[in-house]
């Protein structure tokens, strides 16, 4: 039933939805581009993680056998995306005085420690880009072989205008190289390049570089973009399924990914191109100088101004989930407390669909919302439309539950089990009270000691000794004091 | 205060323990050998982490800068821990049908998993073997220059023999080498070693074998022992505080290290080496074959045959604790079981103590109770001992708690203190109900509801309207239907 609808993906290459056809099924490999570790996970890192978590966990429900690789960049990184400036990861080290790699794992356990709370599944390889620097040197002396990069005083730089005699650079991004050369101005330490287009594949390290390998051209470290081809081949191939990654990472990394794989291997490294769009809060980019940049961490314990609250980690995910991903999102607190809202009515019908009791007909077409269901999230992944159907359910639910709508023991079950598969196994949206349980027990026993007080007065001996055993069975023991009572767990 | 004692620890190079005196003060390198990922982390594993988080948490606790390193194995350990046979993690991903890295990843995961459950500390940076092949290249290449190393189709193995010659092979473990030839009888593989105690430093790869690098020697994989000597170089320097593993890697991995420390670098890697002992069950040694091998995953749910029930993380965290790190630990239901109600016990004193109240004067002496913890664990990080002493202050608490002894108010501030830093921050216990916690609302919800119920049909109303504001203010809403009632969180 769930494979009568095709799945369609908006590929940004041909900037059209394309029926999803793998090269190689039902073996799928996809590949998307990590955090730089040097700073505390925020927003934008979250709506990568969690559009493609979407794409991955579908396709596994789908049933394809999904290879998802997700790096970790660890180095070659340098300020402004740049080539030139300092390594993000050395300058934080360099400021907190330790060493670079102290940096990065820090930052690497915190993407993971807020992933693991926005419920995102983990890649099945997440490599790192320090770890693969003779992979990455392999690459770029193919290049070189091939004619299309150069070295200069120890580094090596990809030769664009050379590459774009043979190929089309710019065909991700419809940039042309003419009008990029017009806009483009020297910049201090790029004198180094034949053209302000080339890129850094390799660079020498200056003598205060803590991060550096030997090469054929002296010590150095990768460029920025050269680590992702090089893991992605490693791991999926010179041609994979499936390449995601921030919009803002369209140009120049996934336009000189390209380059790199058509200059090495004479391919394209993927067969279809994902970008999900920004965010913006409160209509305005999120930056550092905005004082609009709020990391996760301030989302999930509302330690930020802008806040007017905590935000569950759930809330923000089914909040992301509500906009489609090729759309701009925008944050502010009145959009989060009506998602907020609405995942909890999600939540509720789920349980209250537990309860309904099966009837001789259906008066409701599980089937055909079933049908709009997959259509929607087969169709390059239209959450917002989805969450529509499942309010719709929602609808459903409590006519079924009022009685005003009737569901035979099938559609009963059907409804149940789609309504499982889309909110916990496709959208990933988990209900978690533990948090909260505790000061919720201490309400409770409270509210149960008052009643054993007042039933001990009314020498109510039945009610209290019906507590008393009640609780005895949850490990609840009663103590008695002169003049109060206390509770514990009797582990 | 806590500074009038010494650390010492018990060394295992000179057998006997030594006052701890880091090389660059406050600053301690600390480099522990980490899993090799390709199966479930079981007891074993949680032992290694949990004594050197200990050690991580303490030092920290001293007041010094500590970089703990500690990696993950994902190539070049064989099978035996020998030089022959299939990498362990390759012949899981044969077997499996999958990428060595996904399998690496994958186990990885899980071991971080537990050990967070576990409450163990994150290290300050986790490398990975398969991350760092080129300093293992550098070194091997180090080593053949000064002699100690010789190259055999494509293989390069250390010339253990020769290295004697000049240094001792041997000092970490104790084994003469003459007794160690004596024993050793040629395997099968090995016929290329010049000596059958010579160990590989890089192993020609198969044409079958998927996880290979180019190297001077061609293409293979590094040895299993030059991964712990690449990484604590490049992360630490060649000569560190701390080396810290499993009793089981003394010999011959750790003894390799010394002589390839001292072969590339003509220094020792480390000060003082330390080594956990091993785990029995009932009795007996943990193996596949004796079915004994009991996963943490199996402990934590209770599913292996062996297991009367369930148990806490704490509780296998507090049961390691018991024991010294240096004696083995047997593991049976019976312990785990007395362990479970002794670690209650701490905690409810913990509790305890902070509703106490400060008299005139003391009757106990905090000040002299507080020296002897210390004393326990700066005494080769002697837990049981500062264990029983944790005992002794629970004992001090339920005095004071009923009247029979009194502490001022700076001995009680001190007690308190003290509980929470020898408990919580040194041994790293902490208490979490809440996954059982929503089986307890559930419970304690049911018992609400029937009281009120009966209160109900006496036209109590007095009673049921106390129990609806109750809840009201937990956010329980309760929903009477014709025949049933049923609650929700009114989110």
Known sequence: MTNSVKLQIYNSLSRKKEIFEPINPPFVGMYVCGPTVYGDPHLGHARSAITFDLVFRYLLELGYKVRYVRNITDVGHLENDSDSGEDKIAKKARIEQIEPMEVAQYYANRYHEFLDKLNVKKPSIEPHASGHIMEQIAIVEQIIKEGLAYEVNGSVYFDVPKYHQQKHYGKLSGRVIEDLLANTRDLEGQDEKRSPLDFALWKKAAPEHIMRWKSPWGEGFPGWHIECTAMSTKYLGETFDIHGGGMDLLFPHHECEIAQSQAASHKDPCKYWMHNNMITINGQKMGKSLNNFITLAEFFTGSHPALDKAYHPMTIRFFILQAHYRS???????????????????????????????????????????????????????????????????????????????????????????LNRYIVRILGLTED??????????????????????????????????????????????????????????V
């Open 433 to 490: 009270i533990s948090d909260e349980s505790a000061a919720v027990v201490e309400g409770l026993m409270q509210l149960i000691l008052d009643i054993r007080k007042k039933a001990k007065e009314n020498k109510d001996y039945a009610t209290s000794d019906t507590i008393r055993e009640s609780l005895s069975k949850l490990k609840i023991k009663i103590k008695d004091a002169k003049d109060s009572t206390s509770w514990e767990f009797d």
């Open 328 to 418: 701009t999102l925008d944050f502010s607190n009145e959009a989060l407390q009506a998602a907020e809202k609405g995942l909890s009515r999600l939540f509720k019908a789920m349980h209250l669909a537990e309860k309904l009791i099966a009837k001789d007909k259906s008066t409701l077409d599980i089937a055909s919302w079933q049908q709009r269901c997959e259509t929607a999230i087969a169709d390059d992944f239209n959450t917002p439309i989805l969450i529509a159907e499942l309010f719709d359910a929602v609808r459903m639910v409590n006519l079924l539950a009022e009685g005003k709508e009737s569901l035979t023991s099938n559609d009963l079950s059907m409804l149940k089990e789609q």
